[in-house]
């Protein structure tokens, strides 16, 4: 992309190529506050966070507009992921610095990485159209590319290996363990779509993937027992598994939806006693 932007190498310098164009600085911001776990799928009315934005700052919305989108940021952690959460209300409590509150939390997928808590200095960015899309080949991804920034005549290049985390599919919910008499243990889950599901006429979430398959993992006191793949939201664990597994105690159960461009997403994880 080219100033204010940025342009990219797949090797060395020499190679650059044109990515796209940022018209606009982002609204760009850090936690000034920690800011803790909260519900998923309704509003986190707990949580009150302030953070310090450099520059421009967000306004306060309506529900309405928060429903279609508004104030939606993207709060990253150490380790890069980021939890994407929208607040309805922001109020300026000082130069620079906004009162947070009113949160939908972990949308898009990204409740495994809430953290607990996010710690004061995370930084937070605005997704919005200050953003620009830099386009990418599917060969590209996870390969180590050198990024060069370039804006008012001033440069500055950074290594980063871009990921396919909008391919990563979103953990599956509503996981039910059930122990049948015969010590056989079914597990049973809803698939979650990264794509397509928002219409309430929908009998069950579109598949949004190439091919459906689920990677279940078995475990017991943190050991994996048994790694096994199922085409369809149910796996039975039969007693006679357990035995030659050695299962006994608690059993921990965590399932993810495969894809073929990412591989296993984000897990949901359950728990029963043998």
């Known amino acids: 992309m080219r100033g204010p932007g940025v342009p990219c190498a797949c090797a060395a310098p020499d190679a650059l190529t044109d990515r796209g164009k940022i018209e606009r600085p982002a609204l760009l911001g850090r936690l000034a506050w920690d800011l803790y776990p909260g519900p998923i799928d309704r509003f986190d009315d707990g949580n ?3 953070a310090e934005f450099f520059g421009e700052g967000p306004n306060a919305v309506t529900t309405g507009d928060l429903l279609n989108g508004a104030n939606r940021f993207a709060l990253v952690g150490p380790d890069g992921r980021a ?10 409590v000082a130069p620079g610095r906004y ?5 939908l939390r972990g949308l898009f997928g990204t409740e495994g ?17 200050r953003l620009t899309r830099a386009t990418l080949a599917p060969d590209e991804i996870g390969a180590p590319l050198l990024w060069r920034f370039e804006a008012n ?10 990921a396919a985390d909008n391919a990563r599919p979103f953990a599956p919910v509503h996981l039910r363990l059930n122990r049948a008499a015969n010590g056989d243990v079914e597990a049973r889950w809803v ?17 949004g993937e190439e091919r459906e398959a689920y990677l279940v993992e078995l475990r017991a006191g943190g050991v994996l027992l048994r790694e096994a793949e199922t085409t369809a939201p149910v796996f039975l664990y039969t007693a006679l598994d357990q035995a030659a597994d050695g299962a006994a105690g608690w059993l921990e159960v965590r399932v993810a939806q495969r894809s073929t461009t990412y591989g296993a997403g984000a897990h949901a994880e359950s728990s029963i006693m043998l």
């Not at 928002?198 to 598949?207: F, I, N, T, V, Y």
Request: net charge negative; proline share 11%.
């Open 113 to 129: 990485a809430m953290r607990a808590p996010h710690p004061a200095g995370s930084p937070i960015l605005a997704l919005d159209l």
């Open 99 to 103: 009162r947070l509150s009113k949160f």
């Open 153 to 162: 005549g001033a440069q500055a290049d950074l290594p980063y290996a871009p």
């Open 83 to 92: 939890e994407v959460l929208q607040a309805r209300d922001a109020a300026l």
């Open 191 to 207: 698939r979650q779509t990264r794509l397509g599901g928002d219409a309430w006429s929908q009998a069950e979430p579109p598949l």
């Open 48 to 50: 009150v966070v302030e």
